[in-house]
């Protein structure tokens, strides 16, 4: 819609533009359509392969948006506030249909339509920017076409809606550069708030992009701010009404990372990471572009352009998602691979504004080079790409948890099942498909009836799970350890893959 309208506008001041605004377009039509197809193709091969939820966050990304509705307390508490609102409250909807919610359908079409409309969007842009159809049209198939990213959008995971609203910002921001007004900046505005609600490497990349327009203008960038600061004080204010506390900070892991403290050993996994996602040539790649934007911004500099310095800068905004993870490891949160996905974006949207300073002949020829060698050394669709092999990590789990399953199903009579979402939310969707509803289970998010039954469990239900091996263990397996009393006239029933079936056992009864 902002195209359409940027093409009336400029056809009435330079008719000569409409040409070029249409060929804009037409690109960004026609990357975004390649990326759907290429995209539908390879979520069809996972789902094929059994993948689609083999990741046990898609699965807790799918319970999150369901107990929306399908609960002991539904409610808009459910949305919790650890994880960010907005993937969720789009799938809560869509989710609620059985089978959307078994195989997780709903999130991975959520998945492929931002990203294919972000590759869209960053097809157009870079069009605009460098005047070359050909890199316009093989950074974005970059982009797609590693197997990591061909994975994650063919899932409910949240990394995909991460690089399609990044995308779609960073260009917004382009535009709002050019043409600050009221309706640009509101347009803009929207585009950080969403993705100051989707993960958190979105609020480093909306704090650079921030930070980018008050080199322009500050009072302009202070209004700009406006939206994702309403976005964090939406967000504060729904942790505080969900659990209590205004920002949840602990909890989420246990501290074992090397690289604990150790702010060199961080940065060096996270470029480690890009290596291992992409290949070292895409850090280089990235590194390259990044030169030739530093570059462009002195050359603007010189002729005191701000507008140019903040659109030389503007493509490595994107590589602010790697704080995250460097904080993250400096904190000693397990590496995982996953939390630099968002560099296999950023590194060839920078790299571009390299290739775009070749002599213009040669445009075509190295484009094709870059999508050659990224093909080359990640090729599409290989099953031992780093994210599939995380992606995998729990299987070995889940299948020796299928004793507990069969265990459940055989003696299960209808009543609560307590469990920690926290820990176990990934198999209360798996056990989806023999029969249980998420208002089946007792959890955190049932706020005071969870309350009561930590105190005392007996008066409030019969079975519980408790994961006893992951992490160390749950809120439950914690709470046993330092209160013997807690599982009290409960036995063991069934365990398998580190978790444990308890049934309480009535007075006079065997076990």
Same mark, same amino acid.
């Given at each position: 819609? @902002?195209? &359409?309208?940027?093409?009336?506008?400029?056809?009435?001041?330079?008719?000569?533009?409409?040409?070029?605004?249409?060929?804009?377009?037409? +690109?960004?039509?026609?990357?975004?359509?390649?990326?759907?197809?290429?995209?539908?193709?390879?979520?069809?091969?996972?789902? &094929?392969?059994?993948?689609?939820?083999?990741?046990?966050?898609?699965?807790?990304?799918?319970?999150? $948006?369901?107990?929306?509705?399908?609960?002991?307390?539904?409610?808009? #508490?459910?949305?919790?506030?650890?994880?960010?609102?907005?993937?969720?409250?789009?799938?809560?909807?869509?989710? @609620?249909?059985?089978?959307?919610?078994?195989?997780?359908?709903?999130?991975?079409?959520?998945? +492929? /339509?931002?990203?294919?409309?972000?590759? /869209?969007?960053?097809?157009?842009?870079?069009?605009?920017?460098?005047?070359?159809?050909?890199?316009?049209?093989?950074?974005?198939?970059?982009?797609?076409?590693?197997?990591?990213?061909?994975?994650?959008?063919?899932?409910?995971?949240?990394?995909?809606?991460?690089?399609?609203?990044?995308?779609?910002?960073?260009?917004?921001?382009?535009?709002?550069?050019?043409?600050?007004?009221?309706?640009?900046?509101?347009?803009?505005?929207?585009?950080?708030?969403?993705?100051?609600?989707? #993960?958190?490497?979105?609020?480093?990349?909306?704090?650079?992009?921030?930070?980018?327009?008050?080199?322009?203008?500050?009072?302009? $960038?202070?209004?700009?701010?406006?939206?994702?600061?309403?976005?964090?004080?939406?967000?504060?204010?729904?942790?505080?009404?969900?659990?209590?506390?205004?920002?949840?900070?602990? /909890?989420?892991?246990?501290?074992?990372?090397?690289?604990?403290?150790?702010? /060199?050993?961080?940065?060096?996994?996270?470029?480690?990471?890009?290596?291992?996602?992409?290949?070292?040539?895409?850090?280089?790649?990235?590194?390259?572009?990044?030169?030739?934007?530093?570059?462009?911004?002195?050359?603007? *500099?010189?002729?005191?352009?701000?507008?140019?310095?903040?659109?030389?800068?503007?493509?490595?905004?994107?590589?602010?998602? *790697?704080?995250?993870?460097?904080?993250?490891?400096?904190?000693?949160?397990?590496?995982?691979? #996953?939390?630099?996905?968002?560099? +296999?974006?950023?590194?060839?949207?920078?790299?571009?504004?390299?290739?775009?300073?070749?002599?213009?002949?040669?445009?075509?020829?190295?484009?094709?080079?870059?999508?050659?060698?990224?093909?080359?050394?990640?090729?599409?669709?290989?099953?031992?790409?780093?994210?599939?092999?995380?992606? @995998?990590?729990?299987?070995?789990?889940?299948?020796?948890?299928?004793?507990?399953?069969?265990?459940?199903?055989?003696?299960?009579?209808?009543?609560?099942?307590?469990?920690?979402?926290?820990?176990?939310?990934?198999?209360?969707? @798996?056990?989806?498909?023999?029969?249980?509803?998420?208002? &089946?289970?007792?959890?955190?998010?049932?706020?005071?009836?969870?309350?009561?039954?930590?105190?005392?469990?007996?008066?409030?239900?019969?079975?519980?799970?408790?994961?006893?091996?992951?992490?160390?263990?749950?809120?439950?397996?914690?709470? *046993?350890?330092?209160?013997?009393?807690?599982?009290?006239?409960?036995?063991?029933?069934?365990?398998?893959?580190?978790?444990?079936?308890?049934?309480?056992?009535?007075?006079?009864?065997?076990?």
């Amino acid at each position: 819609l @902002q195209w &359409h309208t940027h093409v009336h506008a400029t056809a009435v001041d330079n008719p000569t533009s409409i040409a070029e605004a249409g060929t804009t377009l037409r +690109i960004s039509r026609l990357v975004t359509l390649l990326a759907a197809l290429a995209g539908v193709a390879a979520a069809l091969y996972y789902a &094929h392969l059994d993948l689609t939820l083999s990741h046990y966050d898609a699965r807790g990304h799918l319970v999150v $948006a369901r107990r929306t509705m399908d609960g002991l307390t539904p409610g808009w #508490r459910q949305i919790g506030a650890v994880w960010l609102p907005l993937p969720h409250l789009l799938n809560a909807l869509p989710v @609620q249909w059985d089978w959307s919610y078994r195989t997780g359908w709903s999130g991975a079409a959520l998945s +492929i /339509g931002f990203l294919s409309a972000g590759l /869209g969007t960053l097809g157009g842009w870079l069009w605009r920017s460098t005047s070359s159809w050909a890199i316009a049209v093989a950074i974005p198939m970059v982009i797609l076409l590693n197997p990591n990213v061909l994975y994650l959008q063919s899932t409910p995971m949240t990394e995909p809606l991460l690089f399609g609203l990044s995308l779609a910002a960073a260009v917004s921001m382009d535009r709002w550069l050019q043409h600050p007004d009221s309706r640009q900046t509101m347009c803009t505005g929207m585009l950080l708030a969403a993705l100051m609600l989707t #993960r958190y490497e979105g609020w480093c990349i909306t704090g650079a992009l921030v930070g980018l327009a008050a080199v322009v203008s500050v009072p302009r $960038a202070l209004r700009l701010a406006l939206y994702p600061a309403a976005a964090v004080i939406a967000f504060l204010l729904l942790s505080r009404g969900s659990t209590g506390v205004w920002f949840v900070t602990s /909890g989420f892991f246990e501290a074992n990372n090397p690289a604990l403290g150790d702010p /060199g050993l961080a940065l060096r996994q996270v470029s480690d990471g890009l290596d291992e996602l992409g290949g070292a040539w895409l850090r280089w790649f990235g590194l390259v572009g990044a030169i030739c934007c530093v570059v462009a911004a002195g050359q603007s *500099a010189f002729i005191r352009s701000r507008v140019g310095v903040a659109q030389a800068l503007l493509p490595m905004t994107l590589a602010a998602a *790697a704080i995250l993870p460097a904080y993250a490891f400096f904190s000693g949160h397990p590496l995982r691979i #996953r939390y630099m996905t968002a560099l +296999i974006v950023a590194a060839p949207v920078i790299g571009a504004f390299a290739l775009a300073r070749l002599p213009r002949r040669l445009h075509i020829a190295a484009a094709a080079a870059v999508l050659v060698v990224a093909v080359w050394v990640a090729p599409p669709l290989d099953e031992a790409a780093p994210m599939v092999r995380e992606a @995998q990590r729990e299987r070995p789990a889940s299948d020796a948890r299928q004793a507990v399953t069969t265990a459940l199903v055989r003696v299960w009579d209808g009543s609560p099942i307590m469990a920690s979402m926290g820990s176990l939310g990934h198999y209360m969707q @798996q056990l989806s498909s023999h029969g249980f509803a998420l208002r &089946h289970f007792l959890h955190e998010g049932n706020g005071d009836l969870w309350t009561a039954a930590l105190a005392a469990p007996r008066p409030f239900v019969k079975w519980m799970l408790i994961e006893e091996s992951a992490e160390g263990g749950d809120t439950l397996a914690a709470l *046993a350890r330092v209160n013997p009393a807690f599982l009290a006239g409960f036995t063991r029933a069934a365990h398998g893959g580190g978790v444990v079936l308890y049934v309480r056992t009535e007075p006079g009864s065997r076990p």
